[in-house]
């Protein structure tokens, strides 16, 4: 699959989750930045359609906020979704992971708001809350969503397989070169850097027992997707 049919599959992907997602009482409005940290995780192709954009609006810059501003206690992930998915099926334990949570706001974050928020990674997109984070402490997530949250993020990697997955500046910071961009447009990326994990196809999905009726619903609509 070539990358435009990719970047094409995403843009589906979003609006029927945008269109989900609005089914549900959220308490989610412009200036509410609680959860745009600099934990951020998303895949190679996110990335391209950002710097995509990036280029279309003229604003490259933000290419050097992103590099001079990264903490350098930024969330890197070990095992992408897919590949933690495979793990537990196999009922073998997976890499710890370590959060920290007072890593900041996430480099792009300018007066509570995202220069980048039209665009915004799929891990933005998805951490929404029924109450004020500010106020509650936490996002107050439906289970159901976190489920729904899973089946998005394991579909997107999916369709990425051949890229990568990692910390939101760490991707865009490996896309910055014109010749990481032109290998990964080619599918020729190699083995993944340090701070970066590979993407892998999805075996199994993600769904507790209990909402694997419900759900059927919207991965039909997922796997309608055809360009």
Do not use: W
Request: with cysteine; charged share 20%.
């Amino acid at each position: 699959m070539d990358l435009n049919a990719k970047l094409t599959i995403l843009e589906r992907m979003i609006d029927i989750y945008d269109q989900l997602v609005g089914e549900f009482d959220l308490a989610c409005e412009k200036y509410c930045a609680h959860c745009c940290t600099a934990n951020v995780t998303m895949t190679t192709l996110e990335g391209y359609r950002i710097f995509t954009h990036l280029e279309k609006t003229r604003e490259m810059r933000h290419l050097e906020t992103i590099a001079r501003q990264s903490h350098p206690g930024r969330f890197r992930p070990r095992v992408s979704i897919n590949r933690l998915a495979d793990i537990c099926a196999r009922d073998s334990d997976p890499p710890e992971e370590h959060l920290d949570p007072a890593a900041g706001p996430c480099p792009m974050l300018a007066d509570h708001a995202c220069p980048l928020y039209p665009v915004r990674p799929f891990g933005c997109r998805c951490m929404v809350s029924a109450r004020n984070c500010g106020e509650a402490g936490f996002a107050d997530m439906d289970p159901y969503i976190l489920t729904v949250n899973d089946v998005f993020l394991q579909h997107l990697e999916h369709i990425d397989a051949q890229g990568y997955t990692g910390n939101f500046a760490d991707v865009m910071q490996f896309l910055t070169p014109d010749e990481n961009r032109q290998k990964y447009a080619d599918g020729q990326l190699g083995t993944a850097p340090a701070s970066l994990v590979a993407n892998q196809p999805m075996f199994v999905l993600m769904i507790p027992p209990e909402y694997r009726e419900r759900i059927q619903p919207v991965l039909t609509q997922i796997r309608s997707i055809h360009v």
